[in-house]
């Protein structure tokens, strides 16, 4: 019970310091929306273009947002020894983590909604299955949050973090089927799509949106399952390595 009331104070505090703050805000939601603003004027497209572009707006918005507020996040409370000040409270290190990754996924799925709730005024969203997208915006928030946990840890300033964070996040808009279908890369790089996670939600919910994805559904949510484990358990074990140890 006390390591429950000590995750949920956790939580709390870093809703109150971190989130909803304006350069998170700035950066999470409104960079998405711009991004894909230019999407569309350069293309010319008409709302006909909604659906198509919806799925890459949505993981560009829970990719910006939870990495951004990891990389920030953890670094900081490292640098200002804050960290270990919670390594003190009575819970598992692990139960720790998820304490502090916790308010980013939150933020992630909630951003994963703005352009949704957008889309919902400029096209009909009655053919998207629902039931596809809700737990594919939950594995993208839970996945994008422990790659920002795996980046913040792996840095020990945070610009360096941030630095590192833009190494996986910039290539991922091109090369995960955001806005560029897959099968148009050339064949040498198509690999590199497939061992970023971000591909696999994405997969899902081109799928949901247009019954247009290029894997089975099961295999993707298995991957990105899997892409969740990993990388907490890659986190956990840097943070045993670099800051306890």
């Known amino acids: 019970m006390k390591g429950w009331i000590a995750f949920w104070n956790i939580l709390i505090k870093d809703m109150r310091l971190y989130y909803l703050k304006p350069p998170n805000v700035s950066w999470g939601i409104i960079f998405p929306l711009a991004w894909t603003g230019m999407f569309f004027i350069k293309s010319g497209s008409g709302l006909e273009s909604v659906l198509a572009l919806l799925p890459g707006v949505v993981t560009i918005s829970i990719l910006f947002g939870t990495t951004s507020m990891l990389t920030v996040t953890i670094t900081f409370e490292r640098r200002s020894r804050s960290f270990e000040r919670l390594l003190l409270s009575p819970i598992s290190l692990e139960l720790l983590m998820l304490a502090k990754t916790s308010g980013a996924i939150f933020f992630g799925i909630v951003n994963a909604f703005v352009p949704i709730i957008i889309a919902a ?3 009909d969203l009655s053919g998207i299955a629902w039931s596809l997208v809700i737990p594919a ?8 949050t422990f790659l920002g946990l795996f980046i913040a ?30 099968m148009s890369l050339p064949i040498f790089i198509r690999p590199l799509s497939y061992i970023l996670p971000v591909t696999y939600g994405v997969d899902i919910l081109h799928g949901a949106v247009s019954g247009t994805q290029i894997m089975p559904l099961s295999l993707d949510f298995l991957i990105l399952a899997a892409f969740c484990i990993v990388l907490f358990v890659l ?9 306890i140890s």
């Open 153 to 182: 840890v792996s840095a020990s300033e945070v610009f360096e973090a941030q630095t590192f964070s833009n190494f996986f996040r910039f290539p991922m808009i091109f090369l995960c089927g955001l806005f560029f279908p897959i």
């Open 121 to 123: 005024f400029l096209v």
């Open 137 to 144: 915006i939950i594995l993208i928030g839970i996945v994008s």
């Open 235 to 243: 986190s956990l074990h840097n943070i045993k390595r670099r800051w």
